[in-house]
T-cell receptor
C-alpha cells in the first residue's frame, strides 16, 4: 500500500538555524512529490513539488527539497529559518497507479525568535 | 489562479443531525474532488475520491452510508455527515483536481471545522 512517512513530528529551532525535515515514500509507478505548509488557522499552501528532471527543487520562501530515488526520500530544507516559518509541514505523494494524493503525518515546526 | 471555495468554514451541530459541506471550484472545472479529514495535531487522511457523475470511491474504513458524497456538476461536490456524533468532530478539507492525470492541479479548500455536541 502506498504510504508517506515523516520522521520528525515536532521540531524546535532558533531563528537562523538550518532546517531539514525528512520524508520517505512507499509507492509503485510514477510518483510525484509535494511539500505543503499550513500556517496556524490557514489552509494548505504548496511550498514546492517534484515531477521529473532536476532532483533538487526550489520552492517559495527559500525552501528547497531533494528527491533521492534510491532512498525513496524527498527531504525539505531551508538554510536559515525565520520565526514566520512556524507552521505545520506536510509531505505528500501522488501515485500514477492510484491517482491519489496521500499525506505524511506532518511535522510541527516551532521557530523561536 | 485556481480557487476552491469550501462552505461553511465552521459548523456546530447537535448529535444525531446531518451536516452538509460544499466544495466549489470557482474558475475551473474539476472532474475529480477529494475529501480529507484532519484531526487535531494529525495529518490529512483521505476519505474518498469524488468523480463527477459517478459514485464516490471511499477509502478503507470510511463509512459510505455515513459520509455521503455527491458530485453532481463539474464545479460542485458535497459531503454530508449523516447522524453526526461527537467523534465525527474534525476538520474536513476538500481538494479539486484541475486536470485528470496531472498531479500539479491540486487546489485545496480552506476547510470546514465540524463540532458535534
Amino acid at each position: 500500500a502506498q504510504s508517506v512517512s515523516q520522521h520528525n513530528h515536532h521540531v524546535i529551532l532558533s531563528e537562523a538555524a538550518s532546517l531539514e525535515l525528512g520524508c520517505n515514500y512507499s509507492y509503485g509507478g510514477t510518483v510525484n512529490l509535494f511539500w505543503y505548509v499550513q500556517y496556524p488557522g490557514q489552509h494548505l499552501q504548496l511550498l514546492l513539488k517534484y515531477f521529473s528532471g532536476d532532483p533538487l527543487v526550489k520552492g517559495i520562501k527559500g525552501f528547497e527539497a531533494e528527491f533521492i530515488k534510491s532512498k525513496f526520500s524527498f527531504n525539505l530544507r531551508k538554510p536559515s529559518v525565520q520565526w514566520s516559518d512556524t507552521a505545520e509541514y506536510f509531505c505528500a505523494a501522488h501515485s500514477s497507479n492510484t491517482g491519489k494524493l496521500i499525506f505524511g503525518q506532518g511535522t510541527t515546526l516551532q521557530v523561536k525568535p | 489562479g485556481a480557487v476552491v471555495s469550501q462552505h461553511p468554514s465552521w459548523v456546530i451541530c447537535k448529535s444525531g443531525t446531518s451536516v452538509k459541506i460544499e466544495c466549489r471550484s470557482l474558475d475551473f472545472q474539476a472532474t475529480t474532488m477529494f475529501w480529507y479529514r484532519q484531526f487535531p495535531k494529525q495529518s490529512l487522511m483521505l476519505m474518498a475520491t469524488s468523480n463527477e457523475g459517478s459514485k464516490a470511491t471511499y477509502e478503507q474504513g470510511v463509512e459510505k452510508d455515513k459520509f455521503l458524497i455527491n458530485h453532481a456538476s463539474l464545479t460542485l461536490s458535497t459531503l454530508t455527515v449523516t447522524s453526526a456524533h461527537p467523534e465525527d468532530s474534525s476538520f474536513y478539507i476538500c481538494s479539486a483536481h484541475q486536470s485528470p492525470g496531472q498531479p500539479s492541479g491540486y487546489t485545496f479548500g480552506s476547510g470546514t471545522r465540524l463540532t458535534v455536541v
